[in-house]
């Protein structure tokens, strides 16, 4: 016959420890969320309540009442759902912060002197990151949603209405500085952010604090004075919306100082002191392509439509399309003052896009009046474009 023996009562407190220290060691949900993540190439993850940033859509929509979004009908379109994480998706409750380090290797503005050479932004110097983070994102949703054996996720990046910066910065990824951007104790300026947002419960992390103080030098270094105040981007006047949001001719007013930048902007990220802690980012789909630092102006004034496509095949220039980025180069050929563009600029008063041939006539004005004018009255009466007709009727 089996008696049954209670074990003394040490035992028992021993195996109460052993099972207690056992589940300390087991990592907590939002700890597998970190390790995973870090695993998938993210250098920053953090977590918050899907009603973080209240004040956020109060903000938006007053810089919306400004017009600062410029021609991005698309943010008026979707203002009321980019308000609120809730408002996009009502059932979520947790949202998981994403940042991807992608600091350039060298100084992003060294390029800016050299007058035959384009400047093209940091971020667009390879791969489109939109592609490579929503991929990861993707995976990391599945992983959560593993590990927790319930739930629902949805995954964002750049392109949905999510206000990603005031988001990150209630999650503590960093803090938005006077540039607008999402500034990193740890990273600097150099941040891609992206989101998951889930109706799964997570702790959430503390917020990060404003650390800009006085400094000042992100708004003092924009090349078009695109800020009204510090916090507060007018788009309409800022080089990376005019490079590749904006559509039609670019405004006069800010054609000279422009200068080179034929794709983005990055003057006021780069400056930003932060960045001394910032490091070259571990991502080499992301790291520049010797093709896209500093290109020659001349090389990409001859990109036809099928050059151009095979040369920004899988970068986010490629969305621009060519005749817009033609705009760009022949902006950039105009301020370079040197002589030897003047036939690159000729010969572009003949293309086919009338956005290229009112941008070829700019060129020509500022590189050689005197040609120009011994162009106007014959060139002028041929053009059926009102829009070049009207650069024709303005260059110097
Ligand atoms: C529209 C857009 C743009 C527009 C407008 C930029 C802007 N600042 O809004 C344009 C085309 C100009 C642009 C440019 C760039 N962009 Co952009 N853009 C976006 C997008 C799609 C939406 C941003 C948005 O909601 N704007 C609306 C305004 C109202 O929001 P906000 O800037 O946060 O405005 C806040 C402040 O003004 C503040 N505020 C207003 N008043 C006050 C007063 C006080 C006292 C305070 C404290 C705050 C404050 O409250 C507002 C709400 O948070 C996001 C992706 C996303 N889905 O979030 C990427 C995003 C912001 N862009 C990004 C990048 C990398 C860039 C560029 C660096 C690209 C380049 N090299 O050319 C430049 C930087 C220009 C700049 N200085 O902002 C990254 C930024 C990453 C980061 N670390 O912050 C994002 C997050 C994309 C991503 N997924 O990584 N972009
Ligand atoms: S990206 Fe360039 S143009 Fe735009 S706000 Fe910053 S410094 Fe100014
Ligand atoms: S440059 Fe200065 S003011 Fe601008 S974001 Fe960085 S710390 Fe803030």
């Known amino acids: ?13 021993k195996d109460r420890d052993r099972r207690a220290k056992q589940a300390s060691a087991a990592p907590s949900i939002e700890e597998a969320i970190r390790a995973r993540a870090f695993e998938l190439g993210f250098d920053v993850c953090r977590f918050a309540p899907a009603e973080a940033a209240p004040a956020q859509g109060e903000r938006l929509h007053a810089w919306l009442q400004d017009g600062a979004h410029g021609d991005m009908s698309w943010m008026l379109d979707t203002a009321d759902r980019r308000a609120a994480p809730r408002a996009l998706w009502p059932e979520a409750t947790s949202l998981v912060m994403l940042g991807l380090n992608y600091g350039p290797e060298t100084d992003p503005l060294a390029s800016l002197s050299q007058r035959d050479r384009a400047t093209i ?11 490579l983070i929503k991929g990861r994102l993707k995976q990391l949703a599945a992983f959560m949603l593993k590990r927790a054996g319930a739930g629902d996720a949805k995954v964002f990046v750049d392109t949905a209405p999510v206000m990603e910066k005031p988001l990150a910065q209630t999650a503590g990824v960093g ?21 998951i947002f889930t109706n799964l419960r997570l702790d959430p992390d503390p917020p990060e ?3 800009c103080g006085s400094c000042r030098k992100c708004l003092d270094i924009c090349p078009t004075a695109a800020f009204p105040a510090p916090y507060r981007l007018d788009a309409r006047r800022c080089v990376s919306y005019l490079t590749i949001e904006h559509k039609g001719p670019i405004p006069l007013e800010f054609r000279a100082n422009i200068g080179n930048r034929i794709y983005g902007c990055d003057d006021c990220l780069a400056v930003c002191p932060w960045n001394k802690y910032a490091s070259a980012g571990r991502e080499a789909k992301l790291a520049a392509r010797p093709e896209f630092d500093a290109p020659p102006l001349a090389q990409l004034a001859r990109l036809d439509d099928a050059a151009f496509r095979a040369l920004f095949a899988g970068s986010p220039i490629k969305r621009i399309g060519r005749d817009r980025f033609m705009r760009n180069v022949l902006i950039a050929i105009g301020n370079t003052g040197l002589p030897e563009f003047v036939a690159e600029a000729e010969r572009l008063i003949d293309d086919a896009a009338p956005i290229v041939r009112g941008a070829a006539v700019w060129a020509l004005g500022r590189l050689s009046p005197t040609r120009l004018a011994e162009l106007r009255r014959q060139r002028l009466a041929a053009e059926p474009d009102e829009t070049v007709r009207q650069e024709w009727r303005q260059a110097a």
Do not use: E
């Open 1 to 13: 016959m089996q008696t049954h023996v209670s074990p003394p009562l040490t035992a028992v407190r």
């Open 209 to 211: 604090q404003d650390h």
């Open 121 to 131: 932004s940091v971020y667009a110097r390879n791969r489109d990151y939109h592609d």
């Open 175 to 195: 803090w938005q500085g006077k540039h607008t951007n999402l500034v990193s104790r740890d990273f600097g300026s150099w941040l891609f952010l992206g989101a």
